[in-house]
């Protein structure tokens, strides 16, 4: 028994070594299965989230490795645009965060709600109508600051393709015609055997 | 279980009580075995192991400039996709322009035997070389790299000038699962060139008027939306 106990202590060390926690995501989303196996990049990547009813939110991770801030960079970017202003221990902290969709003003009380619930609570979805196209400057410095990030969408399966549509559109102003749509994965084996007999 | 032994201590000379004959003290470990099962479940758990996955489409410029005139396409091979609603997608082959009869709508579904059965029938040649290409390599038959194999994939797709050209439309109604799930089909069926493009009015009509029972025979009156 002891050659177990050591393996659990082994496999218990390698865990708390290597583990790190999957960022909360916005809203509860239920992808689509489709039959593709590739897979998609761990960094460099902007996500678009739209759940059920419609609601987008954004999320950009800071890259390759902690040396390059750019969600900072990028929500600096856009204070400057709206003309507004965040202390430095406000840039820290949304740096640390993940994904978030709402009108800018309410950006700062997000990101100094301590209790995720309560910030979870604040996630009324991104602005991206033609008067208030947040959505589109958040996508655009984005690719300033980062010009490898490479755009996924994770759209919920009973989605609006109004939406959807809206949100390409949104990004092929931007210049980006290649997507990655977020799926679940599911196997479909389809081979000649499969072909209808002629008719 | 693993157990920790105490040493008997001997008795000192001199020492007033007499200690009596010890049992050897044992440590149960199996609570603390029952903890690292259970830490090691905890940490399997919330770590970010499963990536997930994608599938990758690509849409042609967006020119808002000029209307560019659409390129002339067989009007035997294009096979027009419309889908609307859940779960509902509809079909018609060739184009519907005035003058011309009408093209027959017909209904399907996501079915093994539905859309998939038509593609697979219309794309039945090319289809047919792409699947046996795949089953040589997983044979054994042909070994290339899986760079290869997506090259040749793609060289035969390009190649090919029988299969039908899919034209992928949605209207309002439509769901995004709709989209992703005839994507797929897409890519199942080995579809050698498609798109997604906007939904034309007269298929919007086209649509109403099936679904109403009673479907269009002939180019309907466009009225022309005024944008203000």
């Not at chain 1, 070594?17 to 989303?29: D, G, H, K, N, Y």
């Not at chain 2, 690292?36 to 940490?43: D, E, H, S, V």
């Not at chain 2, 709709?178 to 798109?195: H, L, T």
Request: aromatic share 8%.
């Amino acid at each position: 028994m002891t050659p177990m106990v050591d393996l659990f202590a082994l496999l218990l060390t390698f865990f708390m070594l290597t583990t790190s926690f999957r960022p909360q995501e916005a809203a509860v989303i239920d992808s689509p299965s489709s039959i593709s196996e590739k897979q998609a990049p761990d960094f460099n990547l902007m996500t678009i989230f739209i759940d059920k009813e419609g609601k987008v939110f954004f999320n950009i991770d800071n890259g390759m490795d902690t040396s390059t801030h750019y969600r900072t960079e990028i929500l600096k970017k856009m204070a400057e645009r709206y003309s507004m202003t965040f202390t430095d221990k406000e840039y820290d902290l949304f740096g640390r965060l993940s994904s978030f969709g709402m009108p800018l003003k309410d950006l700062r009380e997000w990101i100094n709600t301590k209790d995720s619930k309560d910030r979870d609570k604040l996630q009324v979805g991104m602005p991206m109508d033609s008067t208030d196209n947040q959505l589109g400057y958040w996508i655009l410095y984005s690719r300033i600051v980062n010009p490898q990030a490479e755009v996924a969408i994770k759209g919920d399966a009973d989605a609006h393709y109004t939406v959807v549509k809206k949100v390409m559109d949104l990004l092929q102003d931007n210049k980006v015609n290649k997507f990655n749509l977020i799926t679940n994965m599911q196997k479909e084996e389809v081979g000649i055997k499969d072909l209808p007999p002629e008719q | 279980m693993a157990q920790i032994q105490t040493e008997e201590k001997a008795v000192k000379k001199g020492s007033k009580k007499k200690r009596a004959k010890k049992h050897p003290t044992e440590i149960d470990m199996t609570p603390m075995v029952d903890l690292m099962c259970l830490l090691i479940t905890f940490f399997m758990l919330t770590t970010a192991f499963s990536k997930p996955k994608v599938m990758v489409i690509t849409m042609p410029e967006k020119d808002n400039k000029e209307q560019k005139e659409q390129p002339k396409i067989s009007e035997v091979r294009t096979l027009n996709i419309l889908l609307s609603g859940k779960d509902e997608v509809f079909y018609y082959t060739g184009q519907a322009a005035p003058g011309k009869p009408m093209p027959r709508i017909v209904q399907s579904d996501f079915s093994k035997d539905g859309i998939r059965k038509m593609l697979l029938d219309r794309n039945r040649e090319l289809f047919k070389k792409i699947a046996e290409y795949r089953d040589k390599r997983l044979t054994g038959q042909i070994v290339v790299a899986d760079s290869t194999f997506d090259e040749t994939i793609k060289e035969m797709k390009k190649e090919d000038q029988k299969g039908p050209i899919v034209l992928i439309k949605a209207d309002t109604a439509a769901r995004y699962k709709d989209i992703v799930n005839i994507i797929d089909e897409m890519a199942i069926c080995n579809i050698a060139s498609y798109a997604v493009v906007d939904i034309a009015q007269v298929e919007e009509m086209m649509l109403n008027a099936y679904k109403a029972g009673a479907p269009l025979t002939e180019f309907p009156r466009i009225v022309v939306k005024v944008q203000q």
